[in-house]
């Protein structure tokens, strides 16, 4: 009698009074190659980028690739450029199945169609992906998930995924479309359509202090009740200021809105070490000691002394006092015409320097021998000294003697 093979595993069935001599080494083989592949052989079949790869799967004792189909584990590999197909033999077994191809090109990679037989029941596995299936030789199982095309790991169908050994720390989607994360046996985070939120209010750090992320990038509006600078947390505003305000702290960790003043005290300016301009762009810059009877003092350092540049007196109504001269670049005048003195019968100027000097009393005054007023200019030669009335045009000269 001959031998036969088994329909899932082509382990050679030998018959009855054959093989003699030879029948310890057939079973043997059938061990070490068929029934070991079977349960703890794992192959490689390169799909290449064919359209259909047939596994092999030849009767009785085989090497691996000369029965492919016989292993535990099939790990399909090889480039291609879209879907091919792994043709399986229509029989009863499990396998493990990964998809470890690649792409040819660049619109990949792409999922493997294992295929019972030449045109029986398919099953799509995504790249990367190691599966646990199952056929009865007309269909296939995911061993998870059941017939059909396997897009996911497990299906938990609502039940909840249990991570840790005190059985406290799980994954749950009890709610269409919502995933809750508890830990510690508290619910942490939810996940639902558009927003990843703490399960409950003010209890969920982002970080620590000692893990911090990196950067934050949002595209929207971020809302929050306070904000920390290095290791100091700041209370914001609960509410929005009004147009022109400012954030300001109070020093003790609260920030609120402040308006700005259109005036500074001096008292609040800190000194530095550099130099400093006070400018405007528009308008006046108005210094104003409003204490009554307060001086304005400008200060400055000559030869490493502290030294008082100019006092502006304002017990005496603003009258300066220069330290140490003035320099005009332009004409001085008085504030009033013909109503102030140069010096005083008490203060008098020491000398006068000048080129010519005019003299007109006809504003406002007369003199005091015969009460009438002139103009005269009294002007310089190289022998003479003259003097112009201003009034009728005539020219004189003093009449200078000579001291010897």
Not at 276 to 305: E, P, W, Y
Request: charged letters at 15%; hydrophobic letters at 35%; proline letters at 2%.
């Amino acid at each position: 009698m001959s031998s036969t093979y088994s329909t899932s595993l082509r382990i050679e069935l030998q018959g009855s009074g054959e093989n003699s001599g030879t029948w310890g080494t057939i079973t043997n083989n059938n061990f070490s190659q068929s029934l070991e592949f079977s349960i703890a052989g794992i192959v490689n079949v390169a799909c290449g980028d064919s359209a259909v790869t047939t596994l092999t799967n030849a009767d009785g004792p085989q090497s691996q690739a000369n029965n492919q189909a016989r292993n535990a584990h099939i790990r399909l590999t090889g480039a291609h450029g879209a879907v091919r197909i792994a043709q399986f033999p229509a029989t009863q077994k499990v396998y493990l199945i990964t998809n470890a191809t690649t792409d040819s090109g660049s619109s990949g990679p792409y999922a493997m169609t294992v295929r019972l037989g030449a045109s029986g029941n398919t099953l799509s596995i995504e790249n990367g992906a190691t599966r646990l299936v199952a056929t009865d030789g007309t269909n296939w199982y995911d061993v998870f998930a059941g017939p059909g095309t396997v897009t996911a790991p497990v299906d938990l169908n609502g039940q909840t995924l249990t991570l840790d050994a005190d059985a406290d720390t799980t994954i749950s989607a009890a709610s269409d479309d919502v995933v809750t994360f508890k830990v510690a046996n508290q619910n942490q985070l939810t996940l639902s359509d558009g927003a990843l939120s703490p399960s409950t209010d003010n209890d969920i750090d982002l970080g620590t202090s000692s893990l911090e992320f990196k950067d934050a990038f949002f595209d929207g509006t971020v809302r929050m009740d306070a904000i920390g600078f290095g290791t100091t947390a700041m209370t914001l505003p609960t509410a929005d200021g009004s147009a022109d305000q400012f954030i300001k702290t109070d020093g003790s960790g609260t920030l609120s809105f402040g308006t700005v003043s259109t005036t500074t005290k001096l008292d609040d300016i800190a000194t530095g070490d550099a130099a400093s301009t006070l400018a405007t762009s528009a308008g006046n810059i108005t210094i104003d000691a409003q204490g009554n009877d307060t001086d304005i003092i400008l200060k400055g350092t000559d030869g490493n002394s502290d030294t008082t540049f100019l006092t502006i007196d304002g017990s005496d109504a603003g009258k300066a006092t220069f330290n140490s001269g003035a320099v005009f670049g332009s004409h001085v005048l008085p504030g009033a015409d013909d109503s102030y003195d140069l010096g005083s019968g008490t203060a008098q100027w020491r000398d006068i320097y000048t080129g010519d000097l005019n003299l007109n009393n006809t504003r406002s005054r007369a003199n005091e021998v015969d009460g009438t007023a002139g103009h005269w200019t009294i002007q310089e030669g190289d022998e003479n000294l003259f003097i112009l009335n201003r009034l009728n045009g005539k020219k004189y000269k003093f009449n200078l003697e000579e001291i010897k």
